[in-house]
């Protein structure tokens, strides 16, 4: 999903009334978040978490505590969060500072064009290759986003 139709999507859904309080969401329905652009998908999956944190079982703030590792974890373990979502919300909402989503298509794009690589590195490469930025990977994929989006836009070479 590109950032334009998130932005959108998001802008109508806060304008939901209580749909950023979990136990008020819970009480939306199905049809009233999914006129906001949400898929049925992640519909399921916000409710999911919003019952989670309802129970107690989802406490976003001991992420900022946990090393990096940690946290992906304990956001995984939870149904509908996977690891890119886990890393970009400790990224961009805990402020996490050592953090590298290394399925990122774009960042495989930006690593391979910046760093001169023959073909476009698998997560395992990207892994290896991010870990020499400890402990400022945050900063790295920030870095190599802003890259590609430059690029893209100029050369149109990482599409």
């Known amino acids: 999903m590109s950032v334009t139709s998130a932005s959108a ?11 950023l309080d979990p136990v008020t969401y819970l009480a939306l329905s199905e049809e009233a978040v999914r006129a906001t652009g949400f898929s049925g998908s992640k519909f399921r999956t916000v409710r999911v978490i919003a019952e989670a944190i309802a129970a107690g ?29 886990a890393e970009v919300y400790l990224m961009f909402c805990a402020g996490h500072p050592d953090v590298f989503p290394a399925g990122d298509l774009a960042l495989l794009k930006a690593v391979q064009h910046g760093l001169g690589l023959d073909a476009r590195p698998s ?23 802003r890259y590609f989006a430059v690029m893209r836009d100029r050369e149109g070479i990482l599409l």
């Open 57 to 85: 079982q989802l406490d976003f703030t001991q992420l900022e505590t946990l090393p990096a590792e940690d946290a992906v974890h304990y956001l995984v373990a939870h149904k509908g969060i996977g690891p890119w979502t």
């Open 123 to 145: 997560i395992k490469d990207m892994i290896s290759i991010a870990a020499g930025w400890a402990p400022y990977r945050s900063a790295a994929a920030l870095l190599f986003w």
């Open 9 to 19: 999507i998001w802008g109508r859904f806060e304008q939901l009334p209580g749909a």
